[in-house]
């Protein structure tokens, strides 16, 4: 069974990097041919694809994210991770990791909130 | 960026009702596109892809339908666990986006 957990800091400080962790059990993050994603819900209930990191390594943003966004991971603990620079209050919200199955989300983690507060 | 527009934004209605929600993609989205149930507290649980393809495990009174660039969701036969918000997903292009999403409200 495919399992992901999301693990995160809860508050970040405006300005500051946001960082938040996957991790995956019952599945390889390198096995052919599956996306591992970043998605966040803001509040007020609307949904933000943020980016992936593909089974081969490759990487690729939301345009929207793109200069300040970096998607990592660390394939002998079957993780993979965000890193979200120059936080503000916008950026508040449920982070979810996910993953991608011919284009759409067949498995999710529970979703980590973070909330960025001075 | 495709725009999906997403109605309505919330309807009640009664166990044993059918309901309707929509999507409208602002460009040809080739039936790239999936349904999510959300409760609160809780990840999204996908149950339609392909438009129509219903996912392992979600029951039969779920069914995806399209119509040019307009896709529906239909909920047969309304159940208590089906209170919940519904989110469609277009993965044609990218950025992947989503509809707003519609609040189902049993009365």
């Known amino acids: 069974q495919v399992n992901l957990q999301e693990s995160g800091p809860g508050i970040v400080k405006p300005s500051q990097p946001l960082s938040v962790t996957c991790s995956v059990t019952g599945y390889s993050i390198t096995t052919s041919y599956y996306y591992w994603n970043w998605i966040r819900k803001f509040p007020g209930n609307k949904l933000e694809w943020m980016g992936y990191?593909?089974?081969?390594?490759?990487?690729y943003y939301n345009p929207s994210l793109k200069s300040r966004i970096s998607i990592t991971r660390d394939t002998s603990k079957n993780q993979f991770f965000l890193q979200l620079n120059t936080v503000t209050t916008e950026d508040t919200a449920v982070y979810y990791c996910?993953?991608?199955?011919?284009?759409?989300?067949?498995?999710w983690g529970q979703g980590v909130m973070v909330t960025v507060s001075s | 960026d495709i725009q999906m527009t997403q109605s309505p934004a919330s309807l009640s209605a009664s166990l044993g009702e059918t309901v309707t929600i929509e999507c409208l993609a602002s460009?040809?989205?080739?039936?790239?596109l999936a349904w999510y149930q959300q409760k609160p507290g809780k990840s999204p649980q996908l149950l339609i892809y392909?438009?129509?393809s219903l996912q392992d495990g979600v029951p039969s009174r779920f069914s995806g339908s399209e119509s040019g660039t307009q896709y529906s969701l239909e909920i047969n036969s309304l159940q208590s666990e089906d209170a919940a918000t519904y989110f469609c997903?277009?993965?044609?292009?990218?950025?992947?986006?989503f509809g707003a999403g519609t609040k189902l409200e049993l009365k």
């Open positions: 997903q277009q993965h044609h292009d990218y950025p992947y986006t």
């Open positions: 392909d438009a129509s």
């Open positions: 460009e040809d989205i080739y039936s790239n």
């Open positions: 990191i593909s089974y081969d390594g490759s990487i």
């Open positions: 996910a993953r991608v199955s011919w284009g759409y989300f067949d498995y």
